[in-house]
Structure formats: C-alpha cells, structure tokens
C-alpha cells in the first residue's frame, strides 16, 4: 500500500470517528449580550466624543471669525481718524 | 453535496426566517439555528483542534462570529454552506495565532473548559491530525479541507478567498512535505 493510500485511509479513520458533543448555546447567547453592551457603551463614547468635539469646533470658529472681524474694521479706525485730523486742521 | 450539510427546501426557508428574526434581535429564532448547526459545526471544528475545551471555544466563537456577520448574510447562499465558511476562517485563525504563540483571549474563561478528558485515539499511533499538525496554517487548512471535505483546489480558493494558482501550489507543497511527515513517523514502513 502506498503512502497517499495509507494517508486516505488515516483521513477515512479520522471522518468516521466520533466527535465529543458541545452544548454552547448559553455561552454563545451570553458571549452576544456581553458584545452588544460593549458595542453600545463604545457607539456612546463615540457619540459624546463627537459632540463635544462639535461644540469646540463651534466655539473656536466663532471666536476666530469675531477676532478677524474686529481687526477688519481696525483699518477704517485709521481712515476716519486721519479724516478727522485732516478736518481740525 | 457536503456531507451532513444536505439540508431540504423547508430548512433553507426554516434558516431564512430565523435569520431575519434574528436580525430583529430575536434570541429563540437564533437559538433554533444554533442548535439546528452545532452538531456539523463541532464535526468541522474537531478538525481544528483535538482539545475539547479549545474545540467547544470554537464551536462557541463561530457561532458568535455567524450572529455578527449576520447583516452580510445576504440570503444568495444556503446557510449552512455560509457557516460552514466562517467556521473555516475561526478555525484558521485559530491556528494561525496558535503558530504565532500567542494566547488566545475569550471572553468567556477558557479554564472552566479545561480538565475535560482527552478524546480517544483512533489509530494504531499515527493519525492524520497528528501528522498535519507538523504543517504551517496556510498548508494544514489546504490539507485538511481536502482530505475532512473533499474539496479541490478551485473549491478552496473560493471558500477562503484566495487565487485559484496560490491555492493549488500550496496544496502541492503540502502533498510533498506531508509524504515526508509521514514516511518519518514511519508510515511507509508501518503498513507496506
């Protein structure tokens, strides 16, 4: 008998022998639950993360625009104040 | 035909309503299509691990992997053959991880598992688990979905998402480094 024939029968062996029976049901139901609150908690950190992350963002924006603002009308300030020189004289 | 997979009409239709019950979060429908697949299941996962509480872990992970992957389903598939393809993929990780030496974290405590008895033997020493356990993952996985399925090359790649031509050359070098396995553990010799 040759080797690949030893092998197959090996193989054959191994398809027919008995397999230990398994009962995961409870396990896999709890192992799902266990998952699911960990996906929620990490959807809710997520969720604040990006919330506050918005407002920052928000806050940060405004206060540059208003910055940019003030400092647009600085050169009219000038404008005006050499007019107003230019008039008392 | 995959053997013990031969599912009829009215069970394709039975797993298509559990599937869609369990997406709408039902346990029980989930519960009827577990209990419907574990026997196959731990019958393929008996190939990745001959340790009862390493092959109940997996038995356990492929059905929580399935209940994940549950949205991608898709239906074009029966779905014993679709979980039959991830229990493929637990059991190559399985391996792989196993081949990097690292230990495997579950989250259920693999120690209440353990100190379960061996399974019997059941050859004159030398058995074919035994032998392939020599071979790298990618080798071992062409090998034993060979000689446990009787799939080809073709059927493989397509189960594990691989190229027709690597599938087929590693399939030949397994062959190879096998026979030598083998005829060191003193197979030729055994029987000839």
């Given at each position: 008998?040759?080797i690949?024939?030893?092998?197959?029968?090996?193989?054959?062996?191994e398809?027919?022998?008995?397999?230990?029976?398994?009962?995961?049901?409870g396990m896999?139901?709890q192992?799902?639950?266990?998952?699911?609150v960990?996906?929620?908690?990490?959807?809710?950190?997520?969720s604040?993360?990006?919330?506050?992350?918005?407002?920052?963002?928000?806050?940060?924006?405004?206060?540059?625009?208003?910055?940019r603002?003030?400092?647009?009308?600085?050169?009219e300030?000038?404008?005006?104040?050499?007019?107003?020189?230019?008039?008392?004289? | 035909?995959?053997?013990?997979?031969?599912?009829?009409?009215?069970?394709?239709?039975?797993?298509?309503?559990?599937?869609?019950?369990s997406?709408?979060?039902?346990?029980?429908?989930?519960?009827?299509?577990?209990?419907?697949?574990?026997?196959?299941?731990?019958?393929?996962?008996?190939?990745?691990?001959?340790?009862?509480?390493?092959?109940?872990?997996?038995?356990?992970?492929?059905?929580?992997?399935?209940?994940?992957?549950?949205?991608?389903?898709?239906?074009?598939?029966?779905?014993?053959h679709?979980?039959?393809?991830?229990?493929?993929?637990?059991?190559?990780?399985?391996?792989?991880?196993?081949?990097?030496?690292?230990?495997i974290?579950?989250?259920?405590?693999?120690?209440?598992?353990?100190?379960?008895?061996?399974?019997?033997?059941?050859?004159?020493?030398?058995?074919?688990?035994?032998?392939?356990?020599?071979?790298?993952?990618?080798?071992?996985?062409?090998?034993?979905?060979?000689?446990?399925?009787?799939?080809?090359?073709?059927?493989?790649?397509?189960?594990m998402?691989?190229?027709h031509?690597?599938?087929?050359?590693?399939?030949?070098r397994?062959?190879?480094?096998?026979?030598?396995?083998?005829?060191?553990?003193?197979?030729?010799?055994?029987?000839?």
């Amino acid at each position: 008998m040759n080797i690949d024939k030893q092998l197959d029968r090996l193989a054959l062996q191994e398809r027919q022998a008995p397999v230990p029976k398994t009962s995961v049901a409870g396990m896999v139901l709890q192992t799902i639950r266990q998952e699911q609150v960990i996906e929620l908690r990490s959807f809710n950190r997520f969720s604040i993360g990006t919330a506050v992350a918005a407002a920052l963002f928000l806050v940060v924006t405004m206060q540059f625009f208003s910055a940019r603002d003030a400092a647009a009308y600085e050169p009219e300030s000038y404008v005006y104040a050499d007019l107003d020189a230019e008039m008392e004289q | 035909m995959i053997p013990g997979m031969d599912k009829t009409v009215e069970q394709d239709e039975q797993d298509k309503e559990d599937v869609v019950s369990s997406l709408r979060g039902d346990e029980e429908a989930y519960t009827r299509l577990l209990r419907r697949y574990e026997e196959d299941i731990a019958r393929q996962m008996w190939r990745f691990a001959h340790d009862r509480g390493e092959h109940e872990i997996l038995v356990h992970d492929v059905f929580v992997e399935a209940f994940f992957s549950l949205p991608k389903f898709g239906f074009r598939a029966p779905f014993a053959h679709w979980l039959r393809r991830i229990a493929t993929h637990v059991g190559y990780g399985f391996w792989r991880q196993k081949g990097r030496g690292r230990k495997i974290i579950h989250l259920q405590d693999p120690d209440s598992l353990a100190g379960k008895p061996a399974p019997e033997k059941t050859d004159e020493g030398i058995s074919l688990f035994g032998l392939l356990e020599k071979l790298n993952p990618e080798e071992r996985l062409v090998l034993t979905l060979t000689y446990d399925e009787g799939l080809n090359a073709k059927q493989i790649a397509e189960r594990m998402g691989w190229t027709h031509i690597m599938t087929r050359a590693r399939l030949s070098r397994a062959r190879k480094k096998l026979r030598t396995i083998a005829e060191n553990a003193g197979l030729g010799k055994e029987l000839s």
